[in-house]
């Protein structure tokens, strides 16, 4: 007690050191903590060292006040790193087209393309393409690989204009969508549906926009698997045909009906259009994508010639290059041979035609002294060890079995040494389209080859046949009642029966009823342009109405097949997922 007493100013002046500096020490930290604080957050928020970038704790307080979307930061931001880490999902491209990078989306490899996505739904964009396109509608689908595609896309269903070099772009209707999976895409005709979020919707909500394009192609091409092709209608459609008159020269005088001088330009911008569902436009680029490295070959008559005239130039017209595109014995005349093939360079593909009119053998027996011409029902053509290893088979037989020698079938038909005196062709036809079905189910690989035979096609010869003065040429428009239509023919019915009995599954491209509309297509008097003396005197009286002009309604028989061919396409990958 004495000692406190003692030192009673010692104790005061300890206190009031203490106090003072303390009191002040923590209020000059206090200011200058608040003052830092401020510095450091308006620095944050109001420096921006890249015109593309912007801090993104702060890209919801100033939204309302900037003109730009919160973007990717540049690779010179110091703070990239941590804020990704603690936002990750805070950065999205900016489609605007105001900023100077790219945006990043998704899906979009090594493509070069001048687009104005004026739309509100896109798909995916398959890599190594490109595209001059003006995507000014809210339907938009996938691309192939490896093409370069100019498009017009204006066709009355929104039908891609592939095979062509068009550089205006008007704005797409509702229609077709071509998607994509890998190098082996799948076509399919489609309609992009009001679900189908923006691209920079999809983009912000961190999805990928290819997902629900899948998914509506998915259901879209299982819709053309449960659809009937072959019964429909002829629809008109200025988009068609699907390449220019006059611009192939690869095609036969007797189906060049333009060159020939036809006036009437109607029967090409036609269109075939299945009841259930809608056939994609054959896209010549993708088709090629589809063989590229393969063999396709026809086998069968002057009917499958004019079909393959026809793939041979779609597929010519979407090469860029078509010096590329060569037939491979280097002529140009090429009908007096038994066999032919394109070669596409490019896409190491080729495309034959092997002539072979009643699929079995002509045959020649001894008799009298003299040859004598007989079919042989028993044995496969001369030719088919030459294409049984194609990847793509297209026989067809039918109009050759209607000239007065098979039809009578008089000491004609031959089956081993024995020679029919008599026997009906409807008979005769069903023993060589047999035989045929056990060479294709003996020698054919179905793990390896598609096979599609195309049926009989429809013949329009009025007052006669064609070597009667049969008749076609007032024809301008096709049928459009269907009690006008001709019976069914009654081989077609047998080779069905022989098709269902086959171990090898078949496509039947099953054209009869669909060209029996078409009475206008046919070549008429425009097989040639010029006509022998006899033929000058009475013109009328040489008519051909049974092949058809090209362009035409074999194209519609090539979109058939394309069609097909996506089916098998999409149910293989099906197999492997």
């Not at 830092?36 to 970038?53: E, G, K, M, Q």
């Not at 067809?396 to 062709?425: A, M």
């Not at 009869?512 to 425009?526: G, I, N």
């Amino acid at each position: 007690m004495a000692d406190a007493t003692k030192h009673p100013p010692i104790i005061s002046d300890l206190k009031s050191l203490f106090t003072l500096p303390k009191k002040s020490t923590v209020v000059v930290f206090a200011y200058g903590f608040m003052f830092a604080f401020i510095v450091f957050t308006v620095f944050l928020a109001f420096n921006n060292p890249s015109p593309d970038t912007s801090s993104p704790w702060f890209s919801n307080i100033f939204n309302s006040i900037s003109s730009t979307n919160t973007s990717v930061f540049s690779n010179g931001s110091q703070f990239s790193s941590v804020f990704s880490y603690f936002s990750p999902n805070s950065t999205q491209p900016n489609l605007d087209g105001s900023h100077k990078s790219s945006p990043q989306v998704p899906n979009l490899q090594n493509n070069t393309q001048n687009q104005d996505v004026g739309s509100d739904k896109v798909g995916n964009f398959s890599p190594n393409n490109t595209q001059n396109q003006d995507l000014g509608s809210d339907e938009v689908g996938s691309f192939s690989p490896n093409t370069t595609q100019n498009q017009d896309l204006g066709g009355k269903d929104g039908d891609f204009k592939a095979n062509q070099t068009v550089n205006s772009a008007p704005k797409i209707s509702p229609g077709k969508i071509f998607s994509g999976n890998g190098d082996k895409r799948i076509g399919e005709t489609s309609r992009v549906t009001n679900s189908t979020s923006s691209l920079s919707k999809k983009q912000e909500n961190g999805t990928d926009s290819g997902v629900s394009v899948k998914k509506g192609n998915d259901e879209l091409m299982e819709k053309l698997m449960n659809c009937d092709l072959f019964h429909g209608e002829w629809v008109r459609d200025d988009s068609y045909p699907l390449y220019k008159p006059g611009s192939c020269s690869l095609i036969d005088e007797q189906f060049n009906c333009f060159v020939n001088g036809r006036p009437d330009k109607g029967f090409q911008q036609l269109k075939w259009k299945p009841r259930d569902c809608t056939l994609p436009r054959l896209d010549g680029s993708h088709m090629l994508e589809l063989l590229r490295g393969k063999r396709l070959v026809f086998v069968g008559d002057s009917l499958n010639r004019n079909m393959w005239e026809s793939l041979i130039c779609i597929l010519k017209n979407s090469v860029k290059d078509q010096s590329k595109v060569y037939e491979a014995s280097g002529r140009h005349h090429f009908r007096s041979e038994a066999s032919y093939s394109f070669v596409f360079k490019e896409y190491n593909c080729t495309v034959e035609f092997f002539v072979s009119p009643f699929l079995v053998q002509e045959w020649e027996v001894q008799k009298n002294g003299s040859n004598k011409e007989t079919l042989r029902l028993d044995k496969i053509g001369t030719s088919a060890d030459k294409y049984k290893s194609a990847d793509v088979l297209i026989f067809n037989t039918g109009h050759w079995w209607t000239h007065p020698k098979t039809s009578q079938g008089r000491d004609y038909y031959q089956e081993g040494t024995h020679i029919y005196h008599e026997l009906n062709v409807i008979e005769a036809f069903r023993k060589a389209v047999t035989t045929w079905g056990r060479w294709v189910d003996a020698n054919v690989n179905p793990l390896k080859t598609m096979v599609f035979f195309r049926g009989y096609s429809a013949s329009h010869f009025k007052g006669g046949q064609w070597n009667s003065g049969g008749q076609c040429d007032h024809e301008t428009e096709p049928i459009k009642n269907e009690t006008f239509l001709a019976e069914y023919p009654p081989k077609m019915r047998v080779l069905e029966k022989v098709l269902r009995n086959m171990k090898t599954k078949v496509s039947f491209l099953n054209i009869t009823r669909l060209t029996d509309y078409r009475k206008d297509a046919h070549p008429s008097l425009y097989r040639k342009q010029k006509y022998s003396a006899e033929e000058k005197q009475t013109p009328l009286k040489f008519q051909d109405c049974s092949h058809w002009c090209l362009p035409g309604v074999p194209d519609a028989w090539n979109e058939l097949l394309y069609a097909e061919m996506l089916v098998k396409q999409y149910e293989k990958q099906q197999m492997r997922t």
